[in-house]
C-alpha cells in the first residue's frame, strides 16, 4: 500500500514538474480537478478499508491516503494559475501535503506505548 502511494506521488511530482507553469483551459483544469478528486476518495476508501482488515492499524495509513488526495487536487487546481502565481500555489501545496504527512507522523507516533 505504501509503495504504490509513493509511486503514485513521484508520478504526480513529475506529470507536476512537466507542466512547466502553463495554464490550462478551465475545462480542463475542472475535469482534472475532478479526476484528481475522485481518485483521492478512492484512496481513502481503500485506506480505510485496509484499515478495517487489520484492526490493530492506526490511522496513520487513512492519514496519509488523505494528504496525498488532497495534494493531488491541490496540484490541479494550481494549473489554473500560470508563472509565478502557479509556482507558489504549488509550493504552497506542496507545503501543506508534508505538514499533513508530519501530523499523521506525530499522531502514530504520540500513539505508540
Excluded: F, W
Aim: with cysteine; aromatic share 2%; charged share 30%.
Amino acid at each position: 500500500m505504501r509503495t504504490n502511494i509513493q509511486v503514485i506521488i513521484g508520478l504526480t511530482v513529475l506529470l507536476a514538474a512537466a507542466a512547466c507553469n502553463n495554464a490550462k483551459s478551465p475545462d480542463k483544469v475542472a475535469d482534472n480537478v475532478a479526476a484528481a478528486s475522485q481518485s483521492a476518495s478512492r484512496e481513502v476508501a481503500e485506506a480505510q478499508r485496509e484499515q478495517q482488515k487489520d484492526m490493530s492499524s492506526d490511522a496513520y495509513e487513512v492519514a496519509v491516503a488523505r494528504a496525498d488526495g488532497d495534494h493531488k487536487v491541490a496540484i490541479q487546481k494550481c494549473d489554473s494559475l500560470e508563472g509565478r502565481e502557479q509556482k507558489v500555489c504549488r509550493d504552497v501545496a506542496d507545503a501543506d501535503y508534508e505538514a499533513a504527512k508530519a501530523s499523521a507522523k506525530a499522531s502514530k507516533v504520540a500513539g505508540q506505548p
